[in-house]
């Protein structure tokens, strides 16, 4: 298992943690050192003033006495010469003018500071003489802090990259061909709304694969009839040379050209999100047209659609041609305008479809239960009138007339 990602989120975090703690610490100890030197000036200056040098020597070691009990320490004070001046509590080592500042020995903690008059003062104190925390780190502190933030996001930045990682398997999977791979999409962060989006995009794909190999597999079929036909066409016309035979090789012909044109439109709408053509187009002149080709009554008035003519009309010769095939004449053709609604009708006085198949006619070659395959099914007619359909965003549907027959209903949007 590759946890990369993990190790980069995480050391970026604890990086980050360790750059802040130590910022921090950098800040404190100059802060520090700031509020110590302010301190020690404050303090050599309050301690001068309450211990004048031309005191009298026994007021001198009254208030020596006095400043000690009230800081519960030793204290002695020394000349600038090192003699001792004044002295409360216990005494100090010989030679604890040796060195200023704050040093801890077995006898306790000892302050040596000197004054601005020259002379030095000794204290021995448990506590501290100044400002701080007892010589506590702040560094160490900041550490520790670090450190518990650290384990604390481990589980949380872990969570996060697990299910990145699953993602990721998901799609490695779903790429080597398990087109049935989804992946888990709980949640409502960035990383759920990537694993819908892959679910969304991996369930489209599919069904698209599902109908091509649907579509080539009914196409092969659908075509194996005319090209057997066609071949005993072409032995008999070889035989007799008739009329006959000959004009039945030319429908087989036109037959095998219609389909495979379906099939080519078929499959370009299927990989077009947009219409290469797009101009107005008068709904009731293309159906006059397709009308007079197929020999059917049109009725109506103008409606003007945007689309590719082209399309539009195979619509319309596609919904004509269904009629004559499936149902029973007459077959006419309806146009019709509605507010911003143009609305197109072909309608037969056939048998009419069966209420449980009236879904299914719109799948492509889709075979009615109990027909036989010389009857043969819907091809791809009534497919590609759905097609076209969604690409002028327009609405399919099949209507029952009230006395009979079947009539399929196409809903355009008006032309602006």
Same mark, same amino acid.
């Given at each position: 298992?590759?946890?990369?990602?993990?190790?980069?989120?995480?050391?970026?975090?604890?990086?980050?943690?360790?750059?802040?703690?130590?910022?921090?610490?950098?800040?404190?100890?100059?802060?520090?050192?700031? !509020?110590?030197?302010?301190?020690?000036?404050?303090?050599?200056?309050?301690?001068? !003033?309450?211990?004048?040098?031309?005191?009298?020597?026994? #007021?001198?070691?009254?208030?020596?006495?006095?400043?000690?009990? @009230?800081?519960? !320490?030793?204290?002695?004070?020394?000349?600038?010469?090192?003699?001792?001046?004044?002295?409360?509590? #216990?005494?100090?080592?010989?030679?604890?003018?040796?060195?200023?500042?704050?040093?801890?020995?077995?006898?306790?903690?000892?302050?040596?500071?000197?004054?601005?008059?020259?002379?030095?003062?000794?204290?021995?104190?448990?506590?501290?003489?100044?400002?701080?925390?007892?010589?506590?780190?702040?560094?160490?502190?900041?550490?520790?802090?670090?450190?518990?933030?650290?384990?604390?996001? %481990?589980?949380?930045?872990?969570?996060?990259?697990?299910?990145?990682?699953?993602?990721?398997?998901?799609?490695? /999977?779903?790429?080597?061909?398990?087109? /049935?791979?989804?992946?888990?999409?709980?949640?409502?962060?960035?990383? #759920?709304?990537?694993?819908?989006?892959?679910?969304?995009?991996?369930?489209?794909?599919?069904?698209?694969?599902?109908?091509?190999?649907?579509?080539?597999?009914? #196409?092969?079929?659908?075509?194996?009839?005319?090209?057997?036909?066609?071949?005993?066409?072409?032995?008999?016309?070889?035989?007799?040379?008739? @009329?006959?035979?000959?004009?039945?090789?030319?429908?087989?012909?036109?037959?095998?050209?219609?389909?495979?044109?379906?099939?080519?439109?078929?499959?370009?709408?299927?990989?077009?999100?947009?219409?290469?053509?797009?101009?107005?187009?008068?709904?009731?002149?293309?159906?006059?047209?397709?009308?007079?080709? !197929?020999?059917?009554?049109?009725?109506?008035?103008?409606?003007?659609?945007?689309?590719?003519?082209?399309?539009?009309?195979?619509?319309?010769?596609?919904?004509?041609?269904?009629?004559?095939?499936?149902?029973?004449?007459?077959?006419?053709?309806?146009? @019709?305008?509605?507010?911003?609604?143009?609305?197109?009708?072909?309608?037969?006085?056939?048998?009419?479809?069966?209420?449980?198949?009236?879904?299914?006619?719109?799948?492509?070659? %889709?075979?009615?239960?109990?027909?036989?395959?010389?009857?043969?099914?819907?091809?791809?007619?009534?497919?590609?009138?759905?097609?076209?359909?969604?690409?002028?965003?327009?609405?399919?549907?099949?209507?029952?007339?009230?006395?009979?027959?079947?009539?399929?209903?196409?809903?355009?949007?008006? /032309?602006?």
């Amino acid at each position: 298992m590759r946890r990369t990602l993990f190790l980069k989120v995480y050391l970026t975090l604890i990086a980050s943690l360790a750059l802040v703690a130590a910022s921090s610490a950098l800040f404190v100890h100059f802060n520090s050192g700031e !509020a110590e030197t302010s301190w020690r000036e404050r303090r050599e200056r309050v301690v001068a !003033a309450l211990l004048p040098a031309d005191a009298d020597p026994a #007021a001198f070691q009254a208030t020596v006495g006095r400043l000690a009990e @009230a800081l519960d !320490a030793d204290l002695s004070v020394y000349s600038a010469d090192r003699r001792l001046l004044a002295s409360a509590g #216990a005494p100090f080592p010989a030679d604890v003018l040796s060195r200023r500042g704050r040093r801890d020995g077995p006898d306790g903690r000892i302050f040596v500071f000197r004054l601005s008059d020259g002379r030095t003062v000794a204290a021995r104190m448990d506590r501290p003489f100044g400002p701080g925390g007892g010589g506590r780190n702040p560094l160490a502190w900041l550490a520790m802090i670090a450190a518990v933030i650290g384990l604390a996001a %481990y589980p949380v930045v872990r969570h996060l990259t697990r299910r990145l990682e699953r993602l990721r398997r998901g799609v490695d /999977a779903w790429g080597g061909g398990a087109l /049935a791979t989804r992946v888990a999409d709980d949640g409502h962060d960035e990383v #759920a709304a990537v694993a819908r989006s892959f679910n969304k995009a991996a369930d489209h794909i599919e069904r698209l694969l599902a109908a091509h190999r649907s579509l080539l597999a009914n #196409a092969s079929h659908e075509l194996r009839s005319p090209l057997a036909r066609l071949r005993m066409a072409i032995d008999l016309f070889e035989q007799s040379g008739s @009329a006959a035979s000959r004009d039945e090789i030319l429908r087989n012909l036109g037959e095998l050209d219609t389909l495979v044109e379906e099939i080519l439109l078929a499959s370009r709408l299927d990989h077009v999100e947009k219409l290469d053509l797009v101009e107005p187009v008068d709904l009731l002149a293309v159906a006059a047209e397709e009308g007079a080709r !197929a020999a059917v009554e049109v009725t109506g008035a103008p409606a003007m659609v945007s689309g590719d003519p082209r399309l539009i009309a195979r619509l319309v010769r596609n919904l004509v041609q269904n009629a004559q095939r499936h149902g029973a004449p007459p077959v006419s053709i309806d146009v @019709a305008q509605e507010g911003n609604v143009a609305r197109l009708a072909v309608r037969d006085h056939g048998q009419g479809v069966p209420e449980a198949e009236r879904d299914r006619v719109f799948e492509p070659f %889709y075979r009615p239960s109990g027909r036989s395959e010389t009857a043969g099914g819907w091809g791809l007619g009534l497919s590609l009138v759905r097609q076209i359909a969604r690409h002028h965003g327009a609405s399919l549907r099949y209507e029952t007339p009230a006395d009979g027959g079947a009539c399929f209903v196409v809903e355009f949007p008006t /032309a602006q």
